[in-house]
């Protein structure tokens, strides 16, 4: 699991973690993959390419601060600088040509001035949002407002999230580990030493695991694209 700043997420399990941590202002739905509001409560036209975002009331970080205009325009314009090298950077400038808070940095909107048209706004604004002021550090965490919080980080092994409402039923704990070894996730799930593993097995792998009555495999829709690529300038392709 590497550096979970949204502002730095550059693989999928890394991102998985983010999101538990991290609020944006919309979300990506798991049925059919279409975006629905997060910290987002409206979402209006203000002129040919203009559009501005209500946030939610009463949205906090886990340190108690509150979450506001200000915060949102600042974590998509630190992503926007290219001297802090955001992954994420390149999409924003492409989008956006400004974003302001029209009411201030406290206040509840924020608007973002577009270069074009785009469909895919709401999508796009799926990125999770720290305080006004963090600095983008890969060796640090910064407060989030989601669901959990990082309770410690195990260096390169994992991480361990916290719930912040903890409630009954419920695992206090998330606990998320690095096992680059294909054989050693597997065993890891056949022994009951991990619960879940995203993405992580080769089909052949798979196929054995639909046949393991402890094991339950799910399939789902997902955004992600993988491509082979074939050399066409070499023989037999050219």
Not at 29 to 37: C, K, V
Request: charged share 30%; net charge neutral.
């Amino acid at each position: 699991v590497g550096p979970i700043d949204p502002r730095l997420l550059r693989d999928s399990t890394t991102a998985k973690v983010s999101r538990l941590v991290y609020r944006g202002l919309y979300r990506v739905r798991g049925e059919d993959l279409g975006a629905e509001p997060d910290l987002a409560t409206d979402l209006v036209e203000d002129g040919d390419l203009r559009r501005c975002v209500a946030i939610e009331d009463g949205a906090s970080f886990h340190d108690g601060r509150p979450l506001r205009a200000g915060d949102v325009a600042f974590t998509i314009r630190s992503a926007m600088e290219p001297r802090n090298r955001s992954p994420i950077g390149g999409l924003y400038r492409d989008r956006f040509t400004r974003v302001d808070t029209p009411e201030g940095e406290d206040g509840d909107r924020v608007c973002f001035e577009l270069r074009s048209p785009v469909a895919t706004l709401k999508t796009d604004l799926v990125l999770g949002i720290v305080p006004r002021g963090t600095t983008i550090d890969p060796g640090r965490d910064p407060v989030g407002a989601g669901p959990y919080r990082v309770h410690r980080r195990d260096g390169d092994r994992g991480v361990v999230l916290e719930r912040v409402r903890p409630s009954e039923g419920s695992p206090r704990f998330a606990i998320f580990r690095t096992l680059p070894d294909e054989n050693t996730r597997l065993l890891a799930l056949l022994s009951g030493d991990g619960d879940l593993v995203f993405n992580g097995f080769s089909p052949p792998v798979v196929s054995l695991l639909e046949e393991a009555p402890e094991v339950r495999v799910l399939r789902h829709p997902s955004i992600a694209v993988t491509y082979l690529t074939l050399n066409t300038t070499r023989a037999p392709l050219h």
